[in-house]
Every structure is written in structure tokens, then in C-alpha cells.
């Protein structure tokens, strides 16, 4: 049976890039093992968050999860804070892990770059990262291709764990799609699309209207030759319009090639738009439905009961092994 975690920041507006790389991957791996699907609402606490802002974006992403087709009696949802094995486990796993790994870490290097002052936890982030997955006893985690590198972390981390202490950790393997797993920035296809970007041109919100994103979709940049082929090398910003349609309209790419062959890049785009009006116009109808917060906050009530009961029992594994003193 395959044990799934996966979680998402709520540190900004969901973007195409998380659906398409990470929650459409929940949706379809919550009919294909037992899903933990978690809102790491302490992971945002690495870059200074409005209080109040944090709140409502914490339960807006479990609301998306929702929208987007996670189902609570299949999957369990919960926010990270609700669960206080993972700062615990966090303490613990940093007691296993190496400066010199988390020095290498690209993610760290980009946000802390150029910066005088970097809080201790934008540098330990990745290893609450390993402990949220590694309490669960994970097997695949789905994620886009910008957190391969964390999960390779949490292998490590796992593996030097499992040397030291016995057999204690499941080692889990990255669910990385061949194809979405990054979608780039709109305005510039040599960047990878982001909720935190300055730039409002280079994303699509999931909640965002279509006239907001008609026109960042016929301003996408692509390039002067005008002609339609899937060649990210070459080509980034075609290709990733090529990614986006195929993967919404549920189309392979090779017959939106065909079906656009000789055509300019404006139809093609014209397209996706009504594509996308239509596939994000669904999830945000769904988004509304799900707007009762005191049905929501049940969700995460049980959620966290449920991923408390098996958080716990890792942890105690994790504690005796460890040599730290339980009462029976
Ligand atoms: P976060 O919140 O930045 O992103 C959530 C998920 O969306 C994916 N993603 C993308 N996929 C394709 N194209 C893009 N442009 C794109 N942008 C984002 C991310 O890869 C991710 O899967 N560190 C994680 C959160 C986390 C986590 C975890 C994930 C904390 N603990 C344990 C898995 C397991 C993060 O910041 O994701």
C-alpha cells in the first residue's frame, strides 16, 4: 500500500505551477494509496507573514484542495501547525543533519541571497521538510521538480538515521511528473513560474478571473519564429503554453502540434484561454461551495486527529531508538 504525503506553502496565491506539478497529482494519487495532504502553514513562518493574512491563506489552501478535487473521505488534510510531531521530529532530524547539506541547498541559496539577515529557519526548512514527510512513513511524495532536491535531503537524512539507530525510517521516493512538473513563468520562460515572484505577468492565480489572465496569456513571451513545435531547448516559451493546454485540456501534446501545424502562436493562445476559462472557472465554482469555514475547520479537525495518531507513533520509534527517555 502506498503511504502519499505532499504539502503546499501558504505563503502566496496558488498558481497554475502548483496545480499542475502538485495538485493534480493529489487528486489522482488519493484513489492509489493512503494520502496525507498537509498545509505547511509553519514552512511559511520562514519569511515574514502578516498574521492575519496568514490565517485566511492557511485555510484558503486547504479550500483549494478541496476545489481542486482532494476528497477528505479518501485523503487526509490537516494544517502542519495542528500536528506538533513535526516540530519535534524537525529538533530531532537536525540532530542528524550536516551544514554542509543544507549549505548546498539551491532553494536556500536563492532566498538568502544578496540578504544581510536570514532567519535560522529559511536554513533548517528543509529538514522540517524531511520530518514531515518521514512521520508518515512515506512512500511516494508528489511534488514538482523544484523540491527534488529537499527529497533527496530526506533520503539522506533518513538513510544516516537508519545507519545510526537501526531500521526506523521508511525511505520514500520522489513522485516527480515526466511532463508538468515545471511550468515556467509566463513573462520568462527561463524562470520557473512562482507564487512569490514580484512579477504579476509571469503567473496565473488558480482563483484568477479570466480577464486577468487573458492578457498575461496573449502578452506570454514565445519567440519571432512563429511556428508551433514542442521544444522547451529551443523554444521555453511555446513549449510551456504547449504544457499548460495539454495538460488542462487532458490532450497530448503531439496532437495539439498537429492540430495547430501552420497556424500563428495568437490562435493557439486564444485557445488556452478558453481552455483555461473554462477547466479554472470550474474550480473556482467548486471553491465557492467549499466556503462553509465551519465545515472546513471540521475537515481539519479530523484531518489532524488522524495524522496526530499516525505522527505520534513514528515519533516514539524515533525517541527510542534515539535513547531519549518515554514513561510506558
Ligand atoms: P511550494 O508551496 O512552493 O509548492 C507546492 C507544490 O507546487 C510545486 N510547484 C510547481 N510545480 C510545477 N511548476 C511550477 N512552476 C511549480 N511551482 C511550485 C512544488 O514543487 C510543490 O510540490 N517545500 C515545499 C512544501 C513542503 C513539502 C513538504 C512538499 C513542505 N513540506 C513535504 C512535499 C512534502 C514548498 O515550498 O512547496
Same mark, same amino acid.
Given at each position: 500500500?502506498?503511504?502519499?504525503?505532499?504539502?503546499?506553502?501558504?505563503?502566496?496565491?496558488?498558481?497554475?505551477?502548483?496545480?499542475?506539478?502538485?495538485?493534480?497529482?493529489?487528486?489522482?494519487?488519493?484513489?492509489?494509496?493512503?494520502?496525507?495532504?498537509?498545509?505547511?502553514?509553519?514552512?511559511?513562518?520562514?519569511?515574514?507573514?502578516?498574521?492575519?493574512?496568514?490565517?485566511?491563506?492557511?485555510?484558503?489552501?486547504?479550500?483549494?484542495?478541496?476545489?481542486?478535487?482532494?476528497?477528505?473521505?479518501?485523503?487526509?488534510?490537516?494544517?502542519?501547525?495542528?500536528?506538533?510531531?513535526?516540530?519535534?521530529?524537525?529538533?530531532?532530524?537536525?540532530?542528524?543533519?550536516?551544514?554542509?547539506?543544507?549549505?548546498?541547498?539551491?532553494?536556500?541559496?536563492?532566498?538568502?541571497?544578496?540578504?544581510?539577515?536570514?532567519?535560522?529557519?529559511?536554513?533548517?526548512?528543509?529538514?522540517?521538510?524531511?520530518?514531515?514527510?518521514?512521520?508518515?512513513?512515506?512512500?511516494?511524495?508528489?511534488?514538482?521538480?523544484?523540491?527534488?532536491?529537499?527529497?533527496?535531503?530526506?533520503?539522506?537524512?533518513?538513510?544516516?538515521?537508519?545507519?545510526?539507530?537501526?531500521?526506523?525510517?521508511?525511505?520514500?521516493?520522489?513522485?516527480?511528473?515526466?511532463?508538468?512538473?515545471?511550468?515556467?513563468?509566463?513573462? &520568462? /520562460? *527561463? !524562470? +520557473?513560474?512562482?507564487? #512569490?515572484?514580484?512579477?504579476?505577468?509571469?503567473?496565473?492565480?488558480?482563483?484568477? =478571473?479570466? @480577464?486577468?489572465?487573458?492578457?498575461?496569456?496573449?502578452?506570454?513571451?514565445?519567440?519571432?519564429?512563429?511556428?508551433?513545435?514542442? &521544444? /522547451? *531547448? !529551443? +523554444?521555453?516559451?511555446? #513549449?510551456?503554453?504547449?504544457?499548460?493546454?495539454?495538460?488542462?485540456?487532458?490532450? =497530448?501534446? @503531439?496532437?495539439?502540434?498537429?492540430?495547430?501545424?501552420?497556424?500563428?502562436?495568437?490562435?493557439?493562445?486564444?485557445?488556452?484561454?478558453?481552455?483555461?476559462?473554462?477547466?479554472?472557472?470550474?474550480?473556482?465554482?467548486?471553491?465557492?461551495?467549499?466556503?462553509?469555514?465551519?465545515?472546513?475547520?471540521?475537515?481539519?479537525?479530523?484531518?489532524?486527529?488522524?495524522?496526530?495518531?499516525?505522527?505520534?507513533?513514528?515519533?516514539?520509534?524515533?525517541?527510542?531508538?534515539?535513547?531519549?527517555?518515554?514513561?510506558?
Amino acid at each position: 500500500m502506498k503511504r502519499i504525503f505532499s504539502g503546499v506553502q501558504p505563503s502566496g496565491n496558488l498558481t497554475i505551477g502548483n496545480y499542475l506539478g502538485a495538485i493534480k497529482q493529489f487528486v489522482e494519487l488519493q484513489n492509489e494509496g493512503d494520502a496525507f495532504y498537509c498545509v505547511v502553514d509553519l514552512h511559511a513562518l520562514t519569511v515574514p507573514q502578516d498574521p492575519d493574512e496568514l490565517r485566511k491563506r492557511s485555510r484558503e489552501i486547504a479550500q483549494l484542495y478541496l476545489a481542486c478535487g482532494v476528497d477528505p473521505d479518501k485523503a487526509t488534510i490537516f494544517l502542519q501547525s495542528h500536528v506538533k510531531e513535526h516540530a519535534e521530529l524537525g529538533w530531532l532530524l537536525q540532530c542528524v543533519s550536516y551544514t554542509g547539506e543544507l549549505n548546498r541547498m539551491t532553494q536556500y541559496k536563492d532566498k538568502s541571497e544578496g540578504k544581510s539577515a536570514v532567519h535560522v529557519g529559511l536554513y533548517t526548512y528543509p529538514v522540517l521538510m524531511a520530518a514531515d514527510i518521514l512521520l508518515y512513513d512515506t512512500t511516494h511524495v508528489p511534488v514538482g521538480d523544484d523540491q527534488k532536491q529537499h527529497i533527496e535531503l530526506t533520503r539522506d537524512i533518513a538513510e544516516r538515521f537508519n545507519g545510526r539507530y537501526g531500521d526506523v525510517l521508511v525511505i520514500p521516493e520522489p513522485q516527480i511528473q515526466e511532463f508538468g512538473a515545471r511550468i515556467m513563468a509566463l513573462d &520568462d /520562460p *527561463e !524562470k +520557473k513560474m512562482s507564487k #512569490s515572484a514580484e512579477s504579476e505577468g509571469s503567473r496565473i492565480g488558480i482563483l484568477e =478571473p479570466p @480577464e486577468r489572465f487573458r492578457k498575461k496569456i496573449m502578452r506570454a513571451v514565445t519567440d519571432a519564429e512563429n511556428e508551433i513545435r514542442f &521544444d /522547451p *531547448e !529551443k +523554444k521555453p516559451g511555446i #513549449s510551456n503554453l504547449l504544457t499548460i493546454y495539454s495538460m488542462f485540456a487532458d490532450v =497530448p501534446v @503531439e496532437s495539439l502540434v498537429e492540430r495547430y501545424a501552420g497556424q500563428g502562436y495568437g490562435t493557439l493562445k486564444k485557445d488556452l484561454v478558453e481552455v483555461l476559462e473554462d477547466k479554472l472557472g470550474k474550480i473556482q465554482q467548486r471553491f465557492v461551495q467549499f466556503d462553509d469555514q465551519a465545515e472546513l475547520d471540521n475537515i481539519l479537525r479530523r484531518g489532524a486527529e488522524k495524522a496526530r495518531a499516525v505522527a505520534e507513533a513514528t515519533l516514539n520509534r524515533v525517541k527510542d531508538a534515539m535513547g531519549l527517555v518515554r514513561f510506558g
